[in-house]
């Protein structure tokens, strides 16, 4: 129980780390993610292709792959004089890797919500004078908010539970964090509060979503 008591400020560090991972790629992922949704909805067929190509290749490949990839492999698979500007230190390679990983699950999010608006909303922005991209930003996008919030709190508790991979490279967030104290000590039993510390940050962002899912129904 003591080896517990005073691992707990390690396992909080740790946590904090895993916190900021989460919510650093999931506003990134965010932005990325709607612009590829607006690029898979553009009538433009090289652009709709490329979204679609960037979403298959993040959503068909393991996210550990891709953590690898711009930790271990990149560096190798550029010419040399490239190698040193695209050599990344393990948080800055978690970053990229979760954040281009979510905004292919968002974009396809994203894209779900705008398609679900009706369609006579685009006629009657249209009608008003409004341009393609404006009726996107004024009337169809500000409308999909709702339907966004309860699949974006999916992958965001997918996306803290799925940071713990990004152990695999060495950055000692809450996973790694515990796994060394649990060799430190030969004890198994930190993996309990490091569990509970899990539970809470998913409870949490589920409260949140909940809320905001709450509070955007009454405008429905």
């Known amino acids: 129980m003591d080896n517990i008591i005073n691992s707990i ?31 898979r909805l553009s009538k433009n067929v090289i652009v709709d292709k490329l979204c679609w190509f960037y979403i298959w290749v993040f959503r068909g490949t393991p996210l550990m792959m891709q953590i690898f990839f711009f930790y ?12 040193k500007v695209l050599t990344f230190n393990d ?9 281009l990983n979510s905004a292919a699950y968002l974009a396809e999010i994203i894209r779900a ?26 009337v169809i996008v500000p409308q999909s908010y709702r339907r966004l919030i309860p699949p974006v709190g999916n992958e965001v508790i997918a996306l803290l539970k799925d940071s713990a ?24 039993l930190i993996y309990l509060p490091s569990a509970a510390l899990y539970l809470i940050m998913t409870s949490l962002f589920t409260f949140v979503f909940e809320r ?3 509070k955007y129904s009454v405008y429905e």
């Open 113 to 138: 919500a705008i398609q679900s608006i009706d369609k006579g909303q685009m006629e009657a922005a249209k009608a008003l004078g409004m341009s393609y991209g404006q009726a996107m930003k004024r």
């Open 91 to 99: 948080m800055t390679a978690a970053y990229i890797a979760l954040s």
């Open 212 to 214: 905001l899912e709450k």
């Open 9 to 39: 400020p390690e396992l909080l560090k740790g946590s904090g780390i895993t916190l900021e991972l989460t919510l650093v790629s999931v506003v990134f992922g965010m932005l990325l993610g709607l612009f590829l949704a607006l690029g």
């Open 165 to 188: 991979l990004v152990s695999t490279i060495g950055l000692t967030e809450l996973m790694r964090t515990t796994v060394q104290i649990s060799n430190a000590t030969t004890s198994a």
């Open 72 to 83: 271990y492999a990149l560096p190798l698979a550029v010419p040399e004089g490239m190698s």
